[in-house]
């Protein structure tokens, strides 16, 4: 069973920069072989699943912010980040962190809720232009 819980979210205005965290509950044996990512979710559309990263290190974003954005953990404190710089008022969504063994073929999609093994609360990120 695996919990995660968001953090980090608020306004900015275009062109700067925000980091959201993801704290994740779960044991080593899941931690190893799930991917992590964020997926996030403007008014009025579907959830997009934005980037995610597994424990080998290997890394998939969504065109839409490649370039952009960056996704990091840190595997000692089970924790993962969402680095956000060059920030677009059409990045303006809830943000939500996201663990599942296949998490990443929903990167780069926009997935109407998928039922991925946790989803965090979320956390809004407001973009003003």
């Known amino acids: 069973q695996v919990q995660v819980v968001e953090s980090g979210g608020g306004s900015v205005q275009a062109g700067g920069s925000l980091r959201l965290s993801c704290a994740a509950s779960?044991?080593?044996?899941?931690?190893?072989?799930?991917?992590m990512g964020w997926f996030r979710q403007a008014p009025g559309k579907e959830r997009e699943g934005v980037a995610c990263?597994?424990?080998?290190?290997?890394?998939k974003y969504a065109d839409s912010v490649k370039g952009r954005f960056t996704v990091s953990q840190d595997n000692a404190k089970n924790t993962l980040y969402l680095q956000m710089n060059s920030l677009k008022f059409e990045d303006t969504a809830m943000y939500f962190c996201?663990?599942?063994?296949?998490?990443?073929?929903?990167?780069?999609?926009?997935?109407?809720?998928?039922?991925?093994?946790?989803w965090g609360q979320g956390t809004l990120v407001t973009v003003s232009s």
């Open positions: 990263i597994h424990s080998d290190g290997s890394t």
């Open positions: 779960a044991s080593g044996y899941i931690y190893r072989r799930y991917y």
């Open positions: 996201a663990a599942d063994p296949n998490l990443r073929q929903w990167v780069g999609h926009f997935v109407s809720r998928p039922a991925v093994a946790a």
